[in-house]
Protein backbone atom coordinates (compact mmCIF):
# COMPACT_ATOMS: atom_id res chain seq x y z
CA UNK A 1 0.00 0.00 0.00
CA UNK A 2 2.64 2.47 0.92
CA UNK A 3 4.09 1.72 -2.52
CA UNK A 4 1.17 2.44 -4.21
CA UNK A 5 0.88 5.68 -2.03
CA UNK A 6 4.01 6.89 -3.28
CA UNK A 7 2.97 5.97 -6.90
CA UNK A 8 0.06 7.73 -6.64
CA UNK A 9 1.73 10.61 -5.44
CA UNK A 10 4.12 10.97 -8.01
CA UNK A 11 1.08 10.64 -11.01
CA UNK A 12 -0.95 13.42 -8.90
CA UNK A 13 1.63 16.01 -8.14
CA UNK A 14 3.36 16.02 -11.66
CA UNK A 15 0.32 15.96 -13.29
CA UNK A 16 -1.79 18.58 -11.80
CA UNK A 17 1.38 20.90 -12.16
CA UNK A 18 1.46 20.21 -16.04
CA UNK A 19 -2.25 20.79 -16.00
CA UNK A 20 -1.86 24.22 -14.04
CA UNK A 21 1.24 24.93 -16.29
CA UNK A 22 -0.57 24.00 -19.81
CA UNK A 23 -4.10 24.17 -19.61
CA UNK A 24 -5.28 26.45 -16.86
CA UNK A 25 -6.23 29.84 -18.52
CA UNK A 26 -5.60 32.95 -16.85
CA UNK A 27 -5.07 36.89 -16.89
CA UNK A 28 -2.21 38.47 -16.97
CA UNK A 29 -1.49 42.37 -17.67
CA UNK A 30 -5.01 41.89 -19.01
CA UNK A 31 -4.13 39.00 -21.32
CA UNK A 32 -5.76 35.74 -20.66
CA UNK A 33 -2.74 33.35 -21.07
CA UNK A 34 -1.24 30.49 -20.00
CA UNK A 35 1.66 29.94 -17.60
CA UNK A 36 4.00 28.08 -20.53
CA UNK A 37 3.45 31.16 -22.41
CA UNK A 38 4.33 34.01 -20.02
CA UNK A 39 7.74 31.84 -19.22
CA UNK A 40 8.66 31.49 -22.87
CA UNK A 41 7.65 35.47 -23.17
CA UNK A 42 9.93 36.29 -19.88
CA UNK A 43 12.64 34.18 -20.92
CA UNK A 44 12.50 36.15 -24.44
CA UNK A 45 11.95 39.99 -23.62
CA UNK A 46 13.14 39.97 -20.22
CA UNK A 47 15.72 37.46 -19.32
CA UNK A 48 17.24 37.57 -23.14
CA UNK A 49 16.12 40.03 -24.84
CA UNK A 50 14.44 40.50 -28.47
CA UNK A 51 17.40 40.93 -30.38
CA UNK A 52 19.71 38.23 -28.68
CA UNK A 53 16.97 35.69 -29.53
CA UNK A 54 16.70 37.10 -33.11
CA UNK A 55 20.43 35.98 -33.42
CA UNK A 56 20.45 32.73 -31.44
CA UNK A 57 17.38 31.92 -34.36
CA UNK A 58 20.44 32.93 -37.12
CA UNK A 59 22.81 30.56 -35.00
CA UNK A 60 20.00 27.84 -35.11
CA UNK A 61 18.75 27.83 -38.65
CA UNK A 62 22.75 28.19 -40.27
CA UNK A 63 23.59 24.94 -37.98
CA UNK A 64 20.34 23.18 -39.43
CA UNK A 65 20.88 23.68 -42.57
CA UNK A 66 25.03 22.83 -42.59
CA UNK A 67 24.38 20.11 -40.90
CA UNK A 68 21.59 18.96 -42.91
CA UNK A 69 23.57 18.69 -46.04
CA UNK A 70 26.86 17.50 -44.17
CA UNK A 71 24.06 14.26 -43.43
CA UNK A 72 23.63 13.72 -46.86
CA UNK A 73 27.13 11.82 -46.97
CA UNK A 74 25.60 9.73 -44.05
CA UNK A 75 28.99 10.59 -41.47
CA UNK A 76 29.43 8.45 -38.87
CA UNK A 77 29.46 11.20 -36.00
CA UNK A 78 25.92 11.61 -37.14
CA UNK A 79 24.39 8.57 -38.25
CA UNK A 80 25.43 6.72 -34.67
CA UNK A 81 24.32 9.43 -32.62
CA UNK A 82 20.51 9.16 -31.94
CA UNK A 83 19.62 12.81 -31.38
CA UNK A 84 22.27 14.26 -33.77
CA UNK A 85 20.49 11.35 -36.38
CA UNK A 86 16.85 12.74 -35.76
CA UNK A 87 17.96 16.59 -36.08
CA UNK A 88 19.74 16.31 -39.38
CA UNK A 89 19.38 13.00 -40.94
CA UNK A 90 16.57 13.99 -43.75
CA UNK A 91 15.78 13.49 -47.17
CA UNK A 92 17.47 15.75 -49.86
CA UNK A 93 14.11 17.57 -50.28
CA UNK A 94 14.07 18.89 -46.56
CA UNK A 95 17.38 19.58 -46.80
CA UNK A 96 16.90 21.95 -49.35
CA UNK A 97 13.83 23.44 -47.08
CA UNK A 98 15.90 24.17 -44.40
CA UNK A 99 18.53 25.78 -46.59
CA UNK A 100 15.91 28.23 -48.40
CA UNK A 101 14.81 28.87 -44.56
CA UNK A 102 18.26 29.67 -43.95
CA UNK A 103 18.46 32.09 -46.31
CA UNK A 104 15.63 33.80 -45.42
CA UNK A 105 16.13 34.35 -41.78
CA UNK A 106 19.75 36.21 -43.29
CA UNK A 107 18.19 37.93 -46.09
CA UNK A 108 15.79 39.40 -43.08
CA UNK A 109 17.98 39.90 -40.93
CA UNK A 110 20.24 41.31 -42.82
CA UNK A 111 18.11 43.58 -44.65
CA UNK A 112 16.36 44.74 -41.45
CA UNK A 113 19.42 46.34 -40.93
CA UNK A 114 20.05 47.90 -44.31
CA UNK A 115 23.00 45.82 -44.51
CA UNK A 116 25.54 47.80 -47.59
CA UNK A 117 22.45 49.21 -48.82
CA UNK A 118 21.02 45.88 -50.58
CA UNK A 119 17.13 47.00 -49.59
CA UNK A 120 17.25 49.16 -52.61
CA UNK A 121 19.29 47.20 -54.90
CA UNK A 122 17.43 44.13 -55.04
CA UNK A 123 13.64 43.36 -55.42
CA UNK A 124 13.65 39.89 -54.21
CA UNK A 125 15.75 40.77 -51.38
CA UNK A 126 12.98 43.33 -51.06
CA UNK A 127 10.17 40.80 -51.25
CA UNK A 128 11.58 38.25 -49.01
CA UNK A 129 12.57 40.77 -46.45
CA UNK A 130 9.36 42.69 -46.59
CA UNK A 131 7.51 43.48 -43.55
CA UNK A 132 4.62 41.12 -44.47
CA UNK A 133 6.63 38.12 -45.35
CA UNK A 134 9.96 37.76 -43.64
CA UNK A 135 10.06 39.30 -41.07
CA UNK A 136 6.37 38.32 -40.15
CA UNK A 137 8.01 34.55 -40.49
CA UNK A 138 10.97 35.99 -38.41
CA UNK A 139 9.23 37.59 -35.74
CA UNK A 140 7.12 34.04 -35.72
CA UNK A 141 10.17 32.23 -35.10
CA UNK A 142 12.07 34.30 -32.50
CA UNK A 143 8.61 33.98 -30.92
CA UNK A 144 8.90 29.94 -30.85
CA UNK A 145 12.46 29.37 -29.89
CA UNK A 146 11.55 29.82 -26.33
CA UNK A 147 7.61 28.16 -26.84
CA UNK A 148 9.52 25.71 -27.93
CA UNK A 149 12.06 25.31 -25.09
CA UNK A 150 10.40 25.41 -22.50
CA UNK A 151 7.67 23.88 -23.58
CA UNK A 152 9.70 20.52 -24.25
CA UNK A 153 11.39 20.30 -20.96
CA UNK A 154 7.77 20.72 -19.40
CA UNK A 155 5.67 18.96 -21.68
CA UNK A 156 6.82 15.19 -19.74
CA UNK A 157 5.12 16.40 -16.77
CA UNK A 158 1.44 15.88 -18.93
CA UNK A 159 2.96 12.82 -20.64
CA UNK A 160 5.49 10.84 -18.59
CA UNK A 161 3.76 10.50 -15.16
CA UNK A 162 0.37 8.64 -16.27
CA UNK A 163 -2.06 11.91 -16.69
CA UNK A 164 -3.30 10.66 -20.31
CA UNK A 165 -3.46 7.41 -19.12
CA UNK A 166 -5.91 8.05 -17.19
CA UNK A 167 -7.87 10.79 -19.10
CA UNK A 168 -7.78 8.16 -22.16
CA UNK A 169 -9.70 5.66 -19.80
CA UNK A 170 -12.14 7.86 -18.95
CA UNK A 171 -13.07 9.79 -22.52
CA UNK A 172 -13.00 6.67 -24.74
CA UNK A 173 -15.99 6.18 -24.88
CA UNK A 174 -16.79 9.66 -26.03
CA UNK A 175 -14.25 10.59 -28.14
CA UNK A 176 -13.63 7.32 -30.27
CA UNK A 177 -17.34 7.38 -31.45
CA UNK A 178 -17.17 11.21 -31.93
CA UNK A 179 -13.72 12.13 -33.07
CA UNK A 180 -12.32 9.30 -33.96
CA UNK A 181 -9.80 9.15 -31.89
CA UNK A 182 -8.72 7.69 -28.18
CA UNK A 183 -9.97 9.30 -24.92
CA UNK A 184 -5.93 11.08 -24.34
CA UNK A 185 -6.65 13.21 -27.25
CA UNK A 186 -9.09 15.10 -24.92
CA UNK A 187 -5.80 16.23 -23.88
CA UNK A 188 -4.17 17.10 -26.80
CA UNK A 189 -7.20 19.16 -27.45
CA UNK A 190 -7.95 21.24 -24.56
CA UNK A 191 -3.93 22.44 -24.59
CA UNK A 192 -4.41 23.36 -28.03
CA UNK A 193 -7.96 25.53 -27.08
CA UNK A 194 -6.64 27.00 -24.34
CA UNK A 195 -3.00 27.21 -24.20
CA UNK A 196 -1.76 27.33 -28.08
CA UNK A 197 -2.04 25.58 -31.05
CA UNK A 198 1.60 24.89 -31.17
CA UNK A 199 1.95 23.30 -27.96
CA UNK A 200 -0.94 20.83 -29.08
CA UNK A 201 1.21 19.86 -32.24
CA UNK A 202 4.42 18.97 -30.02
CA UNK A 203 2.45 16.68 -28.10
CA UNK A 204 0.67 14.63 -30.84
CA UNK A 205 4.42 14.25 -32.31
CA UNK A 206 5.68 13.25 -29.01
CA UNK A 207 2.48 10.76 -28.70
CA UNK A 208 2.42 9.40 -32.55
CA UNK A 209 6.14 9.12 -32.56
CA UNK A 210 5.67 7.09 -29.04
CA UNK A 211 3.07 4.68 -30.46
CA UNK A 212 -0.01 6.06 -28.38
CA UNK A 213 -1.63 7.64 -31.46
CA UNK A 214 -2.13 5.80 -35.40
CA UNK A 215 -1.18 7.59 -38.66
CA UNK A 216 -5.04 8.31 -38.51
CA UNK A 217 -5.49 8.92 -35.04
CA UNK A 218 -2.39 11.64 -35.29
CA UNK A 219 -3.52 13.40 -38.62
CA UNK A 220 -7.23 13.86 -36.92
CA UNK A 221 -5.67 14.94 -33.85
CA UNK A 222 -2.95 17.79 -35.14
CA UNK A 223 -4.92 18.98 -38.39
CA UNK A 224 -8.56 19.52 -36.63
CA UNK A 225 -7.68 19.97 -32.64
CA UNK A 226 -5.22 22.50 -33.22
CA UNK A 227 -6.98 25.23 -32.31
CA UNK A 228 -5.85 29.13 -32.29
CA UNK A 229 -5.56 30.06 -28.79
CA UNK A 230 -8.13 32.31 -27.32
CA UNK A 231 -5.96 35.72 -26.84
CA UNK A 232 -5.40 35.57 -30.14
CA UNK A 233 -8.97 35.03 -31.31
CA UNK A 234 -9.24 38.35 -29.73
CA UNK A 235 -6.70 40.06 -31.68
CA UNK A 236 -8.69 39.06 -34.34
CA UNK A 237 -11.68 40.36 -33.64
CA UNK A 238 -10.30 43.54 -32.70
CA UNK A 239 -8.41 44.20 -35.86
CA UNK A 240 -12.04 43.72 -37.80
CA UNK A 241 -13.41 46.22 -34.92
CA UNK A 242 -15.80 44.31 -33.18
CA UNK A 243 -14.52 43.05 -29.37
CA UNK A 244 -17.84 43.96 -28.19
CA UNK A 245 -18.94 40.62 -29.71
CA UNK A 246 -16.49 38.26 -28.23
CA UNK A 247 -18.62 36.23 -26.46
CA UNK A 248 -20.86 35.15 -29.29
CA UNK A 249 -18.00 35.13 -31.46
CA UNK A 250 -15.81 32.58 -29.18
CA UNK A 251 -18.82 30.47 -28.65
CA UNK A 252 -19.37 30.00 -32.80
CA UNK A 253 -15.85 29.33 -32.86
CA UNK A 254 -16.05 26.63 -30.64
CA UNK A 255 -19.41 24.79 -32.38
CA UNK A 256 -17.51 25.28 -35.32
CA UNK A 257 -14.52 24.05 -34.07
CA UNK A 258 -16.79 20.61 -33.04
CA UNK A 259 -18.51 20.38 -36.10
CA UNK A 260 -14.97 20.23 -38.45
CA UNK A 261 -13.63 17.76 -36.41
CA UNK A 262 -16.72 15.44 -36.54
CA UNK A 263 -17.26 15.48 -40.17
CA UNK A 264 -13.14 15.53 -41.31
CA UNK A 265 -12.50 12.98 -39.81
CA UNK A 266 -14.90 11.25 -41.68
CA UNK A 267 -14.26 12.39 -45.17
CA UNK A 268 -10.93 12.07 -47.18
CA UNK A 269 -8.17 12.29 -47.11
CA UNK A 270 -8.10 11.84 -43.28
CA UNK A 271 -10.55 8.91 -43.31
CA UNK A 272 -8.18 7.30 -45.61
CA UNK A 273 -5.51 6.97 -43.55
CA UNK A 274 -3.67 3.92 -42.36
CA UNK A 275 -3.91 2.08 -39.20
CA UNK A 276 -0.42 1.65 -38.67
CA UNK A 277 1.84 2.65 -35.75
CA UNK A 278 5.26 3.54 -35.37
CA UNK A 279 5.82 1.82 -32.52
CA UNK A 280 3.60 -1.17 -31.68
CA UNK A 281 1.80 -2.29 -28.61
CA UNK A 282 1.24 1.03 -26.57
CA UNK A 283 -1.89 1.59 -27.83
CA UNK A 284 -4.65 1.77 -25.38
CA UNK A 285 -7.53 -0.86 -25.99
CA UNK A 286 -11.44 0.74 -26.36
CA UNK A 287 -12.90 -1.45 -24.37
CA UNK A 288 -12.60 -2.35 -20.82
CA UNK A 289 -10.16 -4.76 -20.33
CA UNK A 290 -11.21 -8.21 -17.79
CA UNK A 291 -10.74 -7.90 -14.17
CA UNK A 292 -11.88 -3.90 -14.25
CA UNK A 293 -15.00 -2.71 -12.92
CA UNK A 294 -15.50 0.99 -14.28
CA UNK A 295 -12.79 2.92 -16.33
CA UNK A 296 -11.19 5.35 -13.81
CA UNK A 297 -10.09 1.87 -12.03
CA UNK A 298 -8.73 0.97 -15.39
CA UNK A 299 -7.54 4.38 -16.14
CA UNK A 300 -5.74 4.45 -12.59
CA UNK A 301 -4.06 1.35 -12.73
CA UNK A 302 -2.70 2.31 -16.35
CA UNK A 303 -1.30 5.81 -14.50
CA UNK A 304 0.40 3.73 -12.00
CA UNK A 305 2.18 1.31 -14.39
CA UNK A 306 3.45 4.43 -16.37
CA UNK A 307 4.76 6.02 -13.23
CA UNK A 308 6.27 2.77 -12.56
CA UNK A 309 8.93 2.58 -15.63
CA UNK A 310 9.62 6.52 -15.14
CA UNK A 311 13.38 6.25 -14.91
CA UNK A 312 13.87 9.56 -12.75
CA UNK A 313 15.38 13.16 -13.57
CA UNK A 314 17.82 11.89 -16.26
CA UNK A 315 15.00 10.41 -18.47
CA UNK A 316 12.72 13.72 -18.05
CA UNK A 317 15.98 16.06 -19.14
CA UNK A 318 17.02 13.78 -21.79
CA UNK A 319 13.34 13.69 -23.49
CA UNK A 320 13.29 17.35 -23.22
CA UNK A 321 16.50 18.11 -25.09
CA UNK A 322 15.70 15.59 -27.41
CA UNK A 323 11.88 17.52 -27.97
CA UNK A 324 13.96 20.61 -28.33
CA UNK A 325 16.25 19.50 -30.53
CA UNK A 326 13.87 18.46 -32.77
CA UNK A 327 11.89 21.43 -32.84
CA UNK A 328 14.46 23.78 -33.20
CA UNK A 329 16.48 21.85 -35.66
CA UNK A 330 13.69 20.51 -37.36
CA UNK A 331 10.55 22.55 -37.50
CA UNK A 332 11.76 26.60 -37.43
CA UNK A 333 13.56 26.49 -40.64
CA UNK A 334 10.38 25.21 -41.81
CA UNK A 335 7.91 27.64 -40.50
CA UNK A 336 10.45 30.02 -42.07
CA UNK A 337 10.77 28.79 -45.45
CA UNK A 338 7.72 27.84 -45.98
CA UNK A 339 5.69 30.81 -43.69
CA UNK A 340 8.06 33.05 -46.34
CA UNK A 341 7.62 31.71 -49.46
CA UNK A 342 3.69 31.64 -48.75
CA UNK A 343 3.40 35.34 -48.02
CA UNK A 344 5.32 36.52 -50.93
CA UNK A 345 2.91 34.42 -53.20
CA UNK A 346 0.02 35.72 -51.31
CA UNK A 347 1.46 39.45 -51.10
CA UNK A 348 2.89 39.82 -54.77
CA UNK A 349 0.62 37.74 -57.19
CA UNK A 350 -2.59 36.82 -57.45
CA UNK A 351 -2.68 33.19 -56.95
CA UNK A 352 -4.34 32.85 -53.45
CA UNK A 353 -7.32 35.63 -54.97
CA UNK A 354 -7.23 33.55 -57.96
CA UNK A 355 -8.29 30.40 -55.39
CA UNK A 356 -10.51 32.67 -53.85
CA UNK A 357 -12.87 33.38 -56.63
CA UNK A 358 -14.77 30.07 -56.27
CA UNK A 359 -15.76 30.66 -52.76
CA UNK A 360 -17.67 34.13 -54.29
CA UNK A 361 -20.59 32.46 -55.72
CA UNK A 362 -21.54 30.29 -52.18
CA UNK A 363 -21.19 33.45 -50.38
CA UNK A 364 -23.42 35.54 -52.92
CA UNK A 365 -25.92 32.75 -52.45
CA UNK A 366 -25.74 32.89 -48.89
CA UNK A 367 -26.11 36.40 -49.17
CA UNK A 368 -23.01 37.99 -47.44
CA UNK A 369 -23.26 41.81 -48.38
CA UNK A 370 -19.70 41.97 -49.82
CA UNK A 371 -19.26 38.52 -50.76
CA UNK A 372 -16.58 39.62 -53.34
CA UNK A 373 -14.45 41.35 -50.71
CA UNK A 374 -14.72 38.25 -48.09
CA UNK A 375 -14.23 35.85 -51.24
CA UNK A 376 -10.64 37.40 -51.63
CA UNK A 377 -10.13 36.44 -47.80
CA UNK A 378 -11.05 32.54 -48.09
CA UNK A 379 -7.74 30.68 -49.11
CA UNK A 380 -5.45 33.18 -48.19
CA UNK A 381 -5.79 32.30 -44.62
CA UNK A 382 -3.72 29.14 -45.76
CA UNK A 383 -0.57 31.49 -45.42
CA UNK A 384 -1.15 33.40 -42.75
CA UNK A 385 -4.09 33.49 -39.63
CA UNK A 386 -4.30 37.44 -39.58
CA UNK A 387 -3.81 38.22 -42.81
CA UNK A 388 -7.56 37.70 -43.78
CA UNK A 389 -8.73 40.18 -40.87
CA UNK A 390 -6.24 42.75 -42.51
CA UNK A 391 -8.02 42.40 -45.48
CA UNK A 392 -10.84 42.47 -44.60
CA UNK A 393 -10.39 44.97 -41.17
CA UNK A 394 -11.75 47.94 -44.20
CA UNK A 395 -15.16 46.52 -45.55
CA UNK A 396 -18.14 48.68 -44.37
CA UNK A 397 -20.27 45.60 -43.71
CA UNK A 398 -19.78 44.74 -40.37
CA UNK A 399 -21.55 41.30 -41.03
CA UNK A 400 -19.11 40.64 -43.29
CA UNK A 401 -16.41 41.67 -40.91
CA UNK A 402 -17.37 39.19 -37.93
CA UNK A 403 -17.76 36.15 -40.71
CA UNK A 404 -14.54 36.44 -42.05
CA UNK A 405 -12.66 37.10 -38.59
CA UNK A 406 -14.94 34.04 -37.13
CA UNK A 407 -13.61 31.47 -40.42
CA UNK A 408 -10.52 32.88 -40.34
CA UNK A 409 -9.78 30.87 -36.84
CA UNK A 410 -12.17 27.86 -37.19
CA UNK A 411 -9.77 27.39 -40.78
CA UNK A 412 -6.29 26.63 -38.24
CA UNK A 413 -4.04 25.34 -40.78
CA UNK A 414 -1.96 28.63 -41.70
CA UNK A 415 1.27 27.37 -42.92
CA UNK A 416 3.30 29.92 -41.22
CA UNK A 417 2.27 28.06 -38.12
CA UNK A 418 0.42 25.26 -37.23
CA UNK A 419 0.31 23.89 -41.01
CA UNK A 420 4.76 24.56 -41.11
CA UNK A 421 4.69 22.58 -37.89
CA UNK A 422 2.66 19.74 -39.14
CA UNK A 423 4.26 19.30 -42.67
CA UNK A 424 7.63 19.34 -40.68
CA UNK A 425 7.05 16.88 -38.18
CA UNK A 426 6.61 12.91 -38.62
CA UNK A 427 3.22 12.87 -38.41
CA UNK A 428 1.85 11.51 -41.87
CA UNK A 429 0.55 14.11 -43.52
CA UNK A 430 1.54 16.15 -46.73
CA UNK A 431 1.14 19.49 -47.87
CA UNK A 432 -1.70 18.89 -50.45
CA UNK A 433 -3.54 16.55 -48.08
CA UNK A 434 -3.16 19.66 -45.65
CA UNK A 435 -4.56 22.11 -48.37
CA UNK A 436 -7.55 20.06 -49.36
CA UNK A 437 -8.48 19.57 -45.09
CA UNK A 438 -7.69 23.46 -44.81
CA UNK A 439 -10.89 23.72 -48.10
CA UNK A 440 -12.72 21.57 -45.95
CA UNK A 441 -13.15 23.62 -42.87
CA UNK A 442 -13.44 26.68 -45.32
CA UNK A 443 -16.25 25.15 -46.94
CA UNK A 444 -17.97 23.86 -43.46
CA UNK A 445 -17.73 27.28 -41.59
CA UNK A 446 -19.25 29.12 -44.23
CA UNK A 447 -22.38 27.29 -43.77
CA UNK A 448 -22.43 27.24 -40.42
CA UNK A 449 -21.16 30.70 -39.95
CA UNK A 450 -23.32 32.71 -42.55
CA UNK A 451 -26.77 31.93 -41.60
CA UNK A 452 -25.92 31.92 -37.74
CA UNK A 453 -24.15 35.45 -38.55
CA UNK A 454 -27.32 36.74 -40.62
CA UNK A 455 -29.26 35.95 -37.14
CA UNK A 456 -27.16 38.20 -35.43
CA UNK A 457 -27.01 41.12 -37.78
Given at each position: ????????????????????????????????????????????????????VAIVCLVILTVSALLALVAQAKPKFIMDNKILKDCFACSPVWAIVRVIGCLCVWITYLYGEDFMGMASNATLIHMIAGADEGELAYDLIIGLVFVFLVASFLLPLLLDFGLLEYVGALLTKFMRPVFKVPGRAAVDCITSWIGDGTLGVMLTCNQYEGGYYNAKEASIIATLFSAVSITFSL????????????????????????????????IWPLSKKPETYLVEGNAMPDTLPEGYKTSGEYGMDLALKRVAQHKGVGEFFGNGLKNCMSMWFGVLPTVMAVGTIALVIADYTPVFEWLGLPFYPLLQLLGVPEAKAAAGTMVVGFTDMFTPAILIAGCEDAM????????????????????????????????????????????????????IAHLLF
Open positions: MENKGKLKAMFLIPSLIGVLIFMIPMKIGGSWTVIVKVIADWLKNDLIGYNNVVLDEVGLTHMFGVYYLLICFVGIICAILCSRTRFIVAVISITQVLFLDEVGGLIISSKLPVNLGELFVIFLERTIISILIVVP
